[in-house]
């Protein structure tokens, strides 16, 4: 189910598919280190996702051959709640 995603004035948008192998997390974490390199909660946000990628792959059929997963990060300064970043297992 495709959801529609608000995107705050001066945010920062991130997707990106990646195979649903377990070493795709280390990709995952160099990409979004790039995208926010000046995020205060940068180490934080690396951590998550690689949570997020491991129960992907692990508990979904995003780890199962020819399936991925995508990451969509939508970063943004705010005074509450300035962090999203979900990552969608494979459909099917």
Same mark, same amino acid.
């Given at each position: 189910?495709?959801?529609?995603?608000?995107?705050?004035?001066?945010?920062?948008?991130?997707?990106?598919?990646?195979?649903?192998?377990?070493?795709? &997390? #280390?990709?995952?974490?160099?990409?979004?280190?790039?995208?926010? !390199?000046?995020?205060?909660?940068?180490?934080?946000?690396?951590?998550?996702?690689?949570?997020?990628?491991?129960? &992907?792959?692990? /508990?979904? !059929?995003?780890? !199962?051959?020819? /399936?991925?997963?995508?990451? /969509?990060?939508?970063?943004?300064? &705010?005074?509450? #709640?300035?962090?999203?970043?979900?990552?969608? &297992?494979? #459909?099917?």
């Amino acid at each position: 189910m495709q959801t529609k995603t608000y995107k705050p004035p001066g945010a920062t948008t991130f997707e990106r598919s990646y195979p649903g192998i377990i070493s795709q &997390a #280390r990709l995952v974490r160099a990409d979004l280190r790039q995208v926010a !390199r000046e995020c205060p909660v940068l180490e934080e946000l690396l951590l998550l996702a690689s949570e997020l990628v491991a129960n &992907a792959i692990l /508990h979904s !059929r995003s780890g !199962r051959p020819c /399936h991925g997963f995508t990451v /969509h990060a939508i970063l943004y300064l &705010a005074t509450t #709640r300035g962090l999203r970043s979900p990552i969608r &297992a494979a #459909r099917g």
